[in-house]
């Protein structure tokens, strides 16, 4: 029961070093001004535009893929895998389980060997690729091996030692609906869950924040019609003070 | 001639083996404590310089969206390692981007993030030691701004503003970089970069005037100060004198007389460069712009047109609007600022200039995208008119016209090695290197498809190229300006043609065009 309760504690606290860490981060990105328009061009001339070209840019990782064809390989397949394992786990959170998620199981299944594959690629060019390596800090590795650590446990539960999937579901809800029970007590279960939760707790402090970072980017999100329409973003520094309409602020554009 | 060693051209583009150091030596001379107090700025290193510039980044994260989002969101994922001309041409490692940019994150993780501050050996952080600002004016004036390694990253990362960003700290502690310093010191006091004064400037238009009666036989005027106009040209300082600048502006004024338009260069605005963006301070750039506002003012001209200049038309198309903007009392029918190119494409495209191709038959061109038209700004209504446009004057005016390597032009395209104020002779070891990118796809199209001449649409590249192609075995006059090409095409109305198999084209097919034309 002992180790039961350290877990539900620790996922209480790593929900809330999540959630509000990345709210604060998001808020900390919305509220600093964009004083000047740099959308990297050829850029869209429209709103619409600018969504098409996120959209290309999150889902298909469009300029890693003009960038470096491995690189890309490697990472878009890490990340779409990835979506498809967390979906899969939506079923252990939720009661009865929706369809999709039922829908998505044995893909979430595959992926979970995509997920690993990928990470192993990336992590590979870490140290194969000199310029790679250069540039890799200590704490690259660590997020590199933390990831395939989750990866890697999570496919020993399916495929080599089968946890008690009912139990940890069970826990799960009790945990949601504040009905505390017990956790099994299976050495991965608690080694996955463990590096889940400090996934969690290290995403608002790590190079994570790529993740909400990607969409608050002046240089991917900002409309290109600097001439068809003046652009003034709030600026705390007189720089326009003295002109007919200095410290006016509005959206950005 | 030099003292390094010029990197081989006769091989394709490569990626180097990393070279430690190799460009450890290479920093500008510092600014004197005149340039740098001109600006406001403190004249030499100040005592408590670090605590100094660490409050200046506090500030500027807080004031940029850009620089803190980029501080946080790069993955080391190496996309742009191999995209920066000065690590292709150097092999020096902190000339990758992402390199580059972690000698500011390391001092922003160190003094801005909770891991930094508890864990720095963990993620690369590190305080600011004098060695570590030694490393910052080193490789952040080996960063020409140009925007490349931004079009590869996946978050769209652009070293430009982290480069920007850590000049304006070294700035704000006394740590300024000479040339680009005493630079604003002088548009600011004389009106242009190169210290051009009003009665010189007058002098060389008048020569100017007379070069082109002698050639032509047509009188055409560059006028100067000339209130009540329709069109203010802002227009680099090198235009005025310095190969092949002027054969560009020229070509302009060709174009202003044969379109019937009445326009004026001012002494007052006679720089259209804004060397504020360089160092990063938004201060001192609305200063700089604010001149060519008051100067339309002042001459009550209806539009503003902007000459071959590539950070210029930059400041000018992207920042000119938000900084010293509104424009209301100029011609809403035309966009603020127009850029010469567009000027000319719209008279070519309503069939209003009568080109000779043949009169550029003597070469065959290629052209050189400017980095920061290419990466930052745009001509004419569509996303992507900054390459349509010069390519459709020059192949309008030439025969001959081949395009290099596709990932080395448009959006790809390589700075010349001279941009983002390091076109100065301390910097010449890093400008000649970083220019071998460039050198090796212009080798490949010279070779291959017998190209002559290579053609651009900005000061700082047609210098830089003039400076650094004879090193590669080209010759300085390689490059070209397009209006120079313009400026060889056209015929002007009542223009003398002494050679005889030109006697066709001598007719001026459209002479009704009173010039207004609308941007398409």
Redesign the interface.
């Known amino acids: 029961m002992v180790l039961s309760t350290i877990y539900a504690v620790l996922f209480y606290f790593a929900a809330a070093v999540f959630a509000f860490g990345l709210a604060y ?1 998001i808020w ?2 919305a509220r ?7 959308p ?6 429209t709103r619409r ?1 600018v969504v098409v070209r996120m959209a290309k ?1 999150v889902v298909f ?1 469009e ?2 893929f ?3 064809k491995w ?1 890309w390989l490697f ?1 878009w397949v890490f990340h779409a895998a990835l979506l498809l394992v967390v979906l899969r786990h939506l079923r252990y959170f939720t009661e009865p389980v929706w369809i999709w998620v039922t829908w998505a199981q044995p893909f979430g299944l595959y992926a979970g060997f995509a997920m690993v594959a990928g990470l192993s690629g ?1 992590w590979l ?1 870490r140290f194969v ?4 390596r ?7 590795h ?1 997020m590199l091996l933390l990831l395939v650590g989750i990866g890697t446990s999570g496919l020993m539960m399916k495929y080599v030692a089968h946890t008690d999937i009912v139990g940890l579901k069970t826990f799960i809800l009790g945990l949601m609906y504040f009905h505390w029970q017990p956790l099994p007590a299976d050495p991965v279960l608690l080694i996955h869950l463990g590096l889940v939760l400090l996934l969690a707790i ?1 995403f608002p ?3 994570l ?2 993740a909400p ?2 969409f ?5 999100n900002q409309v ?1 019609n ?3 329409k ?4 709030s ?3 007189p ?2 003070a003295g ?3 200095g410290g006016e602020h509005s959206g950005d554009g | 001639m030099a003292d390094f060693e010029i990197p081989s051209i006769s091989v394709p583009i490569e ?1 180097p ?2 070279n430690r150091d190799a460009m450890k030596h290479s920093s500008p001379f510092i600014a004197a404590p005149k340039h740098q107090e001109a600006l406001g700025f403190p004249g030499e290193l100040v005592d408590d310089w670090q605590s100094k510039a660490i409050d200046k980044f506090g500030e500027l ?6 620089l ?3 501080m ?12 920066c001309h000065y690590f292709l041409g150097t092999g020096d ?1 902190k000339n ?1 981007p ?2 580059r940019q ?1 000698l500011m994150r390391k001092v922003y993780r160190r003094n801005f ?3 930094g501050k508890l864990v720095p ?4 952080a590190e305080d600011l030691t004098e060695e570590v600002l030694d490393d910052w004016y080193t490789y952040f004036h080996q960063c020409s701004q140009c ?1 490349r390694c ?9 070293t430009a ?1 982290i480069s920007m960003a850590a000049r304006e700290i070294m700035d704000h502690i006394g740590k300024g970089q000479k040339y680009c310093n005493e630079i604003l010191g002088k548009v600011h006091v004389i009106g242009n970069n190169l210290g051009l004064p009003e009665k010189a400037l007058a002098h060389t238009l008048e020569d100017l005037e007379e070069d082109i009666e002698d050639e032509t036989g047509v009188t055409v005027k560059l006028p100067l100060n000339q209130k009540g106009v329709d069109i203010l040209l802002v227009t680099p300082s090198a235009d005025f004198f310095a190969e092949p600048h002027v054969d560009g502006l020229i070509g302009y004024a060709k174009v202003f007389h044969q379109a019937g338009v009445s326009w004026t260069i001012s002494s007052y605005a006679s720089e259209a460069a804004n060397f504020a963006m360089f160092i990063g301070s ?2 001192q750039m ?1 200063l700089v712009a604010e001149r060519i506002r008051k100067a339309a003012q002042d001459l009550g001209v209806k539009r503003i047109v902007f000459g071959e200049c590539g950070h210029a038309w930059r400041v000018a ?3 000119m ?6 424009f209301d009392f100029l011609d809403p029918d035309y ?3 127009q850029h010469i190119c567009e000027f000319t494409y719209d008279l070519i495209e309503a069939g209003a200039l009568t080109l000779d191709k043949s009169a550029n038959d003597h070469m065959t061109l290629t052209f050189h995208d400017s980095c920061n038209v ?5 001509m004419g ?4 008119g ?2 349509e446009i010069p390519r459709a004057i020059i192949k309008a005016c030439c025969n001959n016209f081949v395009d290099m390597a596709a990932d080395t032009i448009k ?1 790809g395209t390589f700075c010349c090695g001279g941009g983002g104020g390091l076109l100065t002779d301390d910097l010449i070891e890093i400008r000649t290197k970083g220019a071998s990118p460039r050198m090796r796809a212009l080798k490949e199209v010279v070779e291959e498809q017998g190209v002559t001449h290579m053609a651009a649409i900005c000061a700082i590249c047609k210098s830089q190229f003039s400076k650094v192609m004879p090193s590669y075995g080209f010759s300085m006059d390689q490059i070209v300006s397009v209006h120079q090409l313009v400026s060889n095409a056209i015929v002007l109305d009542g223009q003398v043609v002494d050679d005889a198999e030109n006697d066709v084209v001598t007719t001026a097919k459209n002479t009704d065009s009173n010039g207004d034309i609308a941007t398409a």
């Open positions: 981060r900390l990105y600093t001004p964009a004083p000047l328009k740099i990297t061009t050829p850029a869209p001339t535009g840019e990782f300029s890693l003009k960038a470096n690189t990472g990336l060019r690729v000199e310029r790679v250069y540039i890799s800090s200590p704490s690259d660590l290290v402090f790590s190079k924040l790529h970072g990607v608050f980017s002046p240089g991917r290109d600097p001439r068809e003046r652009y003034i973003a600026w705390p520094t720089v326009n002109r007919p309409d | 990626i083996t990393l994260l807080s004031k940029s969206r850009a803190q989002v980029y946080d969101s790069c993955v080391k994922c190496g996309a742009c390692t191999d995209k490692p990758m992402v390199a972690d993030t909770l891991a050996w963990l993620v690369g925007r931004s079009v590869y990253c996946p978050y769209g990362i652009d503003e938004v201060e609305t198309y992207s920042f609007n938000t900084l010293v903007g509104p966009p603020v600022p290419a990466r930052g700004s745009r209504n569509k996303p992507g900054q390459f959006e």
